[in-house]
């Protein structure tokens, strides 16, 4: 695992409220990657100053040098209690420490959404990651982090694409070895592996290999450890690669039918449909009617900081909506919502960005989308029956910037020449204009 050793718990936000903060800015001290930290003066200042000092058991020794009458307390289990904690001591000062950098997938993201950013002075220290990629002498700014900490293994999947370097932060369940192993499935057995072990301590090692013999190779790994992967993948595919650019073969997808069938949009449709919706980073974003979800498996792999709700009602739909989000590593930011639109929507945080399928009870739909739509949000809407396209006119004539447009696509049939014609679908968009300057939400 990361040596920021609370990444775990930040996997997925805990939902303490914030503390209406009042007393003296809480210091937050990075301990770096070493059994003794080496520490700049003002943060060694502080620890001498302070009244209270919070950390892990190690933090506190790393700490046991430095002279101060600070009471020293653990960190509360479970976790949550920290809150209270600080609270509670708002007239003091406060040291909280971390081990690496307690801004990289560490105890300061907690602290900025619990306490609040003005409230906070952070002293910096060296990551696991900076120490590992120093220790091994490769060049990383190009390199992308990726926490498996607290996360499913099979997550690693969006990240996958050949010659693309990676920093991985693992834990039990996502072990060194479990990490080559999905590799070698996903056919990048050849990629290189740096697994760097207790990194600034005594025991610290780096050991190189394959991810096929580090699959094979049966080893215990030191529980403090960071994967480095340059990705390869293999000359010969045993199965198609995962996608690394958007437009997903419609026959990767599960639905229950033969491949590249069943109740998804198809890639020409999707394409458009995503190019319409242009996502956003930090999106909450609905998909009614998904189908198998190939619109919101699609919109959540290449967005990866929005979220996604996808919306079916059928129960066997559901299912190859998990599947596909399971397949193509998208199921931290896609949540599959079984029920009835619009009803199943109410409890759903409203949109910035929304996407209405299928052709039953359009116009009733739309006209729910668009009145949970944040302002300046956008609505995505098809049809391909009659019916459908008549509620889409109806509902989109009056609406500000507004795009329209018909696909027609002919596609051959898997290898043959042979070509079949698909149903002609409108895509339709509008965007909820914003509210004026100083205008309160309804």
Sequence with gaps: MEITGLTGIFAKPLKSAPIRWQGHPVTVIS????????????????????????????HLKEIAHI???????????????????????????????ASGDALLYGIGTWLNRIVGREHLVFHPNLSSIQYCF???????????????????LKTLRRHIRHNHLIAVIT??????????????????????????????????????????????????????????????????????????????????????SKPGYGMISKRETRLAILSLMQPESGEIAWDIGAGCGSVSVEWARWNDRGQIYAIEQSPTR????????????????????????????????DPDAVFVGGSGGLAAMLAYAWDRLKPGGKLVASAVTDPSQAALAAFYQDKPAREWITLAVEKNLPDRLETRSLAPVTIAKCVRPAEPAGASPP
């Design 31 to 58: 301990l770096g990657c070493s059994e003794r930290s080496v520490l700049p003066e003002a943060a060694v200042d502080g620890i001498r100053r302070a009244d209270l000092v919070l950390g892990a058991r190690h």
């Design 67 to 97: 002279e101060t009458d600070a009471e020293q307390h653990l960190f509360p289990s479970p976790f949550s209690a920290l809150r209270e904690i600080l609270e509670a001591n708002q007239g003091r000062r406060i040291i909280v420490l």
């Design 134 to 152: 120093h220790a091994i002498g490769l060049p990383w700014q190009q390199a992308e982090i990726v926490s498996l900490h607290g996360r499913p």
């Design 171 to 256: 834990d039990d369940q996502s072990s060194p070895d479990r990490i080559a192993g999905e590799l070698c499935r996903q056919g990048y057995g050849e990629s290189r592996m740096w697994v760097c072990e207790a990194m600034g301590r005594s025991e610290q090692q780096i050991r190189q290999s394959t991810a096929a013999a580090l699959s094979r190779s049966g080893r215990s790994f030191h529980p403090l450890n960071v994967c480095i992967i340059l990705q390869k993948r293999a000359r010969e595919m045993t199965q198609p690669p995962l996608p690394v650019f958007p437009g997903i073969a419609d026959h990767l997808f599960a639905t229950g």
């Design 318 to 349: 559901m299912d190859r909506i998990r599947d596909n989000s399971e397949r193509f590593g998208t199921t931290l930011n896609l949540t599959p919502v079984q029920g009835t639109a619009p009803d199943c929507c109410d409890a759903l945080p």
